[in-house]
């Protein structure tokens, strides 16, 4: 019996160590990092809108493992910076309101070298569905 106890705890002990988040994985982290040249489509009264190419970088969190730092995020300008979280090639925007008074969130999938971010931007109560295009530099 103290074996079978014992055997099982071992066990778990063994499936927690190796089962740790890939967030603590550089090479996850490091697929992310980068300078992007963005490119962001939506549409206005049935009408395609485009933004001038721009570029964004994107840097890992100091205070959080799997938080990226989305810096020029839909080029708002230097000092806005979007957060982000990731798992595996997926980021995530979670909600979240800007000092501008922009609300932000969505969702991403970066098949390298592309990063494509679908979004929503609320203004003054206004949503407007965004598609960013960001190609690594």
Not at 25 to 52: C, H, I, L, R
Not at 79 to 98: A, D, E
Request: aromatic content about 8%; proline content about 4%; glycine content about 6%.
């Amino acid at each position: 019996m103290r074996s079978t106890i014992l055997g099982t705890i071992i066990l778990v002990l063994a499936f927690t160590h190796t089962s740790c988040d890939k967030i603590n994985d550089p090479t996850v982290v490091s697929q992310f990092v980068s300078a992007y040249t963005v490119t962001e489509t939506w549409s206005e009264n049935g009408t395609t809108m485009t933004k001038p190419a721009f570029s964004m970088v994107i840097t890992p969190s100091t205070q959080h493992n799997d938080v990226m730092l989305l810096n020029n995020f839909a080029n708002y300008g230097a000092g806005f910076t979007v957060q982000g979280t990731f798992s595996g090639n997926t980021l995530t925007i979670p909600k979240q309101t800007l000092s501008n008074q922009i609300t932000v969130s969505g969702s991403g999938t970066l098949l390298i070298p592309t990063l494509t971010i679908n979004y929503t931007e609320v203004i003054n109560g206004n949503s407007i569905e965004v598609t960013a295009i960001a190609t690594k530099i």
